[in-house]
């Protein structure tokens, strides 16, 4: 199913990914199968318009928020609020079709899918709000990216450095293939050896727990995940390269959704890039916005 990406992505790729600064603590706010491959873009679109016209009215629609720092509202500047995509979607939803709601927001900085398992999903909290929620968002498989990236630049470079933030790591691997050209092989053998099966077994199983908790009729909303070096200046050719891997996460994504009864907001064909924060990653409000109308159908 993955196919090995091109050479000439090989540098791009390990250096340009470690620029995700996956930074998702519970945040509290006042709390049908996708289709094929073909009409997955269009199925996105009525997302919004299927959900809300089943909750219109009601006074006690409940809403959870599983996933990393784009599920937060992740804002590295302290000074300023971003309201999380999930929020925006429910205004919406709930002014068109006038009813009342409550979000739970579990997602968290850094989170992984191995992390919405270990961390989220073995909450009694978190289990008992998925339970009893009419619409569940799910945000997650970037980490999942930038934590397979830094193993592998451990690995290439022989060190044991733990590094301390995605700059860093991106900085000395700049520098060491800069100095030493022949670590280009050893980067492109890291990327035939890429732990999809991991992910794509991660996700199952947290799709697996999230319907076994789910009540009859609530509405899964996965969004995918978009290029996080789209704003890297790199060359075409390479960014193809970059995207290609991306393009094989969402696949997993997108293979499993009629499986797990979810439905899947395509952010990777959307604007979202061009709306981020300093970081060159975490969307900013427009970019939250962005999101919510890729669910609402915008």
């Not at 000439?8 to 049908?32: I, M, N």
């Not at 992390?115 to 008992?128: F, N, P, Q, S, W």
């Not at 439905?263 to 064909?269: E, K, W």
Request: charged share 25%; with cysteine.
């Amino acid at each position: 199913m993955i196919r090995k990406i091109m050479q000439t992505a090989a540098v791009v790729l390990l250096t340009g990914v470690l620029a995700v600064a996956a930074v998702t603590t519970y945040v509290t706010v006042p709390d049908e199968p996708a289709a094929d491959k073909e009409t997955q873009a269009e199925d996105a679109g009525t997302i919004e318009s299927v959900t809300a016209s089943s909750l219109a009215g009601r006074q006690d629609v409940y809403v959870t928020v599983l996933g990393d720092s784009i599920a937060k509202g992740y804002s590295g500047d302290e000074s300023v609020a971003i309201e999380p995509y999930s929020s925006l979607a429910m205004e919406q939803m709930a002014d068109e079709e006038d009813f009342q709601y409550e979000i739970m927001n579990y997602a968290r900085n850094g989170l992984d899918s191995a992390g919405m398992i270990d961390r989220i999903l073995a909450d009694e909290e978190v289990r008992k709000n998925v339970g009893r929620s009419d619409v569940i968002f799910i945000t997650v498989g970037s980490n999942d990216l930038l934590n397979e990236c830094k193993s592998a630049v451990q690995e290439i470079l022989d060190t044991d450095t733990k590094f301390k933030s995605a700059g860093e790591a991106l900085k000395v691997l700049r520098e060491s293939v800069t100095g030493n050209p022949l670590l280009v092989f050893k980067i492109i053998e890291a990327l035939e050896q890429w732990d999809y099966q991991s992910f794509e077994a991660n996700w199952t199983e947290m799709m697996q727990q999230i319907n076994s908790l789910k009540k009859e009729g609530a509405w899964i909303i996965v969004t995918n995940i978009y290029n996080p070096v789209a704003n890297l200046n790199i060359p075409s050719t390479m960014d193809r390269g970059v995207e290609n891997v991306i393009r094989n996460m969402n696949q997993i994504i997108e293979d499993h959704a009629e499986e797990y009864g979810y439905q899947v907001a395509d952010i990777f064909s959307s604007e979202v890039c061009d709306h981020v924060q300093p970081d060159g990653l975490h969307p900013d409000q427009t970019g939250q916005q962005i999101i919510a109308d890729q669910i609402c159908g915008e």
